[in-house]
């Protein structure tokens, strides 16, 4: 009973958002109306009662789109189309928003600085795409008595990323490993967000360009000139 009353909550829960953001038909609670029709005429403040029968009469439903105003506005729609488009936009609206992910740039106490400057660029370009880093510096052997060297290291990565980065989460010793937490800033995700330039093809270049860059040619008639002086 318990398993089953659990997956009829769950069910519940995931058809829940739309039908709970607008009220209709005999969900409206309001005694009056503000009463807009299908084409979007304003038909003014009438009964309930009546705007659900003229709703009824033209085969469409009543929805509350404003409950806030005095009296709530309402509108004559077709509720099962209005479901299907609303369905559509929220999922078209998932598929362009990226979900960020959790980069894992791995260092060790001994990198160089070289390596350094790599594993920064590496991260830049996960911070500048939405993602979140987590710089991991792992101590081996006798290592682990030196934690201060891994410190300085993420301390530093995180002065070199912080015109694209915040800090989520200090340095933070996990068993033999010291981690470092950097999320995109507000910048990094402006940036993300600016359309890129498309790259353009070269042109050809105008022929008045192109007749300035052109060797000149003799007028006519000049070689023969040349020839009768000769």
């Known amino acids: 009973m318990v398993v089953r009353f659990s997956v009829v909550l769950w069910l519940y829960r995931r ?113 500048l795409g939405g993602d979140k880093v987590k710089f991991t510096v792992r101590f081996r052997g006798r290592e682990i008595f030196h934690p201060d060297i891994g410190r300085e290291m993420l301390e530093q990565m995180a002065e070199d990323l912080r015109d694209v980065a915040i800090v989520e989460q200090r340095p933070l010793m996990e068993g033999r490993a010291l981690s470092l937490l950097l999320a995109p800033n ?7 967000e600016r359309p890129q330039p498309q790259p353009q093809r070269a042109e050809q270049a105008p022929a008045a360009q192109r007749a300035e860059q052109a060797p000149a040619e003799p007028a006519d008639g000049a070689d023969e000139d040349e020839d009768e002086e000769e």
């Open 15 to 127: 058809s829940a958002p739309i039908r709970d953001r607008f009220r209709v038909n005999n969900r409206i609670r309001a005694p009056q109306v503000r009463l807009i029709d299908e084409n979007g005429a304003q038909l003014g403040i009438v009964q309930l009662r009546e705007a659900l029968t003229l709703a009824e009469q033209r085969g469409l439903d009543l929805m509350e789109v404003a409950p806030n105003a005095v009296p709530p506005v309402c509108r004559i729609v077709d509720y099962g189309k209005f479901r299907y488009e609303q369905t559509k936009k929220d999922r078209e609206a998932r598929k362009n928003q990226k979900q960020a992910e959790l980069k894992e740039v791995r260092l060790k106490p001994k990198t160089d600085d070289h390596d350094l400057e790599v594993k920064a660029k590496q991260a830049r370009k996960f911070l």
């Open 186 to 192: 507000t910048k990094a995700k402006q940036q993300r």
